[in-house]
């Protein structure tokens, strides 16, 4: 059974910085993709980041919004991808989930496509 754990969030000041961790166990996803999604309230579900691998290489996708203050990386060894966060804002708030396996396309920026989640964290900026 494929589970996804994230850990890392919680409550910081503008300008701070947050490092999330997403632990999948049950399989790995070479070939495939893990991400981040995040979702405020009252707003739809959107993609932060994503990264896929294979032995070529790491492929990293990002949305706009988040280029140049997040990164994201994986740890092979422990099967976790990590998203740091550096330069938060307050419209950074929102429950941040882990995403993995999306179909068809790995490059794919749409939440429904993902096969995998987990339950999120929560980060809270305040400003």
């Known amino acids: 059974q494929v589970q996804l754990v994230e850990s890392g969030g919680g409550l910081v000041q503008a300008g701070g910085s947050l490092r999330l961790s997403c632990a999948a166990s049950g399989r790995t996803f070479s070939g495939s993709a893990m991400g981040w999604f995040r979702q405020a309230p009252g707003k739809e579900r959107e993609f932060v980041a994503s990264i896929s691998w294979s032995g070529s290489g790491n492929y990293l996708n990002y949305a706009e919004f988040v280029k140049e203050r997040f990164t994201i990386s994986r740890d092979s060894a422990k099967n976790t991808v990590y998203l740091q966060m550096n330069m938060l804002k307050a419209e950074d708030t929102a429950l941040y989930y882990c995403?993995?396996?999306?179909?068809?396309?790995?490059?794919?920026?749409?939440?429904?496509?993902?096969?995998?989640w987990g339950q999120g964290t929560q980060v809270t900026v305040s400003s």
């Open positions: 995403a993995a396996d999306p179909h068809g396309s790995r490059w794919s920026i749409e939440w429904t496509a993902w096969r995998y």
